[in-house]
């Protein structure tokens, strides 16, 4: 299930790319399998090892993609490449989590070369107020590593221009997982146990796996206004590329 368009990313075979916060690596996996060289990193050890699990099973099965992927253990705020490494660089649902959001996007424009387009998720800010009043276990401080802030559209693209980035596209994704979330913080965040929680989930994976016509459908009616992430891409200026846009409005 990928939050980002990879046709808006401008992802091309042979360029670098980084997945910061990449979780179980599905959007690595789709980087490679496009055939882009991805660095997948995370602070978690234990999703590393995950990412580094799939990829040999991958390969051992045969599995046909023309790119490659290490795995890097870092942190959002001190990243651990030189300046200027990276052509794409996704930071899903990572921003969100981080106490310096700042300094972050800061470490995200300094690896990324000029020209470089940098595509950012973040839970959209509806959903995740409803999901806030709903339950205070759900973020910090009484979630352990749970969000901080909750982001509207204008105030993500002030930063990433102030972090000297050029936003151009956006979108919104994942209506279905929203009533989702509302569900597991209406029951409480740690219960998905719950029976309607369990039967929510197996429609998600019913969905995921299947991809019927009617939820396609479902999604792209429903994303703009109850789509669960946001997702914004920009351009770092330089000679790569000559030409910066705006943000689209959606």
């Not at 099965?61 to 705020?77: H, I, L, P, S």
């Not at 070369?113 to 806030?132: H, I, M, N, Q, S």
């Amino acid at each position: 299930m990928l939050t980002v368009d990879y046709n808006r990313l401008g992802l091309k075979p042979g360029e670098r790319l980084l997945d910061l916060g990449c979780g179980f690596g599905r959007h690595a996996y789709e980087a490679a399998r496009q055939g882009a060289h991805v660095v997948a990193c995370d602070l978690a050890s234990a999703e590393l090892s995950e990412v580094r699990a799939t990829f040999a099973a991958m390969s051992d099965a045969g599995e046909q993609y023309q790119g490659t992927c290490q795995a890097a253990q870092g942190d959002a705020t001190r990243l651990p490449f030189p300046d200027q490494s990276f052509d794409r660089v996704i930071a899903s649902e990572v921003l969100e989590h981080v106490d310096s959001d700042e300094q972050a996007l800061a470490e995200l424009t300094r690896i990324l070369r000029p020209g470089g387009v940098l595509a950012v998720t973040v839970p959209t800010w509806f959903p995740e107020k409803v999901c806030w009043a709903l339950s205070d276990e759900y973020h910090a401080p009484k979630a352990v590593g749970g969000h901080v802030r909750i982001y509207r559209r204008s105030e993500l693209r002030r930063r990433l221009r102030q972090a000297g980035l050029a936003p151009y596209s956006g979108h919104h994704a994942h209506a279905l997982h929203s009533p989702y979330w509302w569900l597991r913080c209406a029951v409480g965040p740690d219960r998905d146990y719950h029976r309607l929680v369990a039967a929510y989930r197996r429609l998600l994976e019913w969905d995921i796996v299947r991809q019927p016509r009617i939820t396609r459908i479902a999604e792209r009616v429903l994303s703009p206004v109850l789509g669960k992430s946001l997702v914004l891409y920009s351009r770092k200026p330089g000679s790569q590329s000559s030409r910066e846009t705006e943000l689209v409005a959606v």
